[in-house]
Nanobody, 115 residues
Framework: QVQLLESGGGLVQTGGSLRLSCVVS????????MDWYRQAPGKQRELVAV???????DVAEAVKGRFTISRDSAKSTLYLQMNSLKPEDTAVYYC?????????WGLGTQVTVSS
């Protein structure tokens, strides 16, 4: 059974940093790409960053130069390093992967950036 468990969220001031983690169980980690999404109150869930199984990465324009996605296959863990945080980064952050037609989501971790 595939499970994704995020951690690392919290309250931080503008300009601060956080590192989110997502532990993946169920054997998919080495063979699939992984993503981070976020959803702010009243807004649609949006894609923040992606990483392929081979390690290629891309991030959304809104976080380019501030956020970095990475993965540690030995630990089956996905990371999102977030620097220079802004109030508009406030959201619930979710890790996600897909195998075939099935999407797997974590429960999310809240990130709140105070001004």
């Amino acid at each position: 059974q595939v499970q994704l468990l995020e951690s690392g969220g919290g309250l931080v001031q503008t300009g601060g940093s956080l590192r989110l983690s997502c532990v993946v169980s169920g054997g998919l980690f080495r063979v699939t790409g992984m993503d981070w999404y976020r959803q702010a109150p009243g807004k649609q869930r949006e894609l923040v960053a992606v990483i392929t199984s081979s390690g290629s990465t891309d991030v959304a324009e809104a976080v380019k130069g501030r956020f970095t996605i990475s993965r540690d296959s030995a630990k089956s863990t996905l990371y999102l390093q977030m620097n220079s945080l802004k109030p508009e980064d406030t959201a619930v952050y979710y890790c996600h992967t897909r195998k075939g037609l099935i999407d797997y989501w974590g429960l999310g971790t809240q990130v709140t950036v105070s001004s």
